[in-house]
């Protein structure tokens, strides 16, 4: 099982950026892809993007997609999502997770929570207006 640890929330104003960090232990060797997710209050978690450990390939959803970049570093085992023209609809915990078997990202499954295992704690982010 891989460990996650999730960094660098904050407060930044609307139209600002901010990059997160989630950093991974274990199992790594055996994650194929990474996925970001984001929780805001009252509402379901929701996939934010995605990207494969060994390409480094990325998908994003459409409500962030040209604003967030993902990218990682296999030499920290650590993954980014940096966020930029930040609205205050993009309030949420951030978590990171991870796929452990490649059903999402090689099975179509890329934005599917089920698939996403050791998720970390998730960092706050509050974008205010």
């Known amino acids: 099982q891989v460990q996650l640890v999730e960094s660098g929330g904050g407060l930044v104003q609307a139209g600002g950026s901010l990059r997160l960090s989630c950093a991974a232990s274990?199992?790594?060797?055996?994650?194929?892809?990474m996925g970001w997710f984001r929780q805001a209050l009252g509402t379901e978690r929701e996939f934010a993007g995605a990207i494969s450990w060994s390409s480094g390939s990325t998908y994003y959803a459409d409500s962030v997609k040209g604003r967030f970049t993902i990218s990682r570093d296999n030499a920290k085992n650590t993954v980014y999502l940096r966020m930029s023209s930040l609205k205050p609809e993009d309030t949420a915990v951030y978590c990171c997770?991870?796929?452990?078997?490649?059903?999402?990202?090689?099975?179509?499954?890329?934005?599917?929570?089920?698939?996403?295992?050791?998720w970390g704690q998730g960092t706050q982010v509050t974008v205010s207006s």
């Open positions: 997770a991870s796929d452990p078997d490649g059903s999402g990202w090689y099975g179509g499954r890329i934005s599917d929570i089920k698939v996403y295992g050791g």
């Open positions: 274990g199992r790594t060797s055996s994650t194929y892809s």
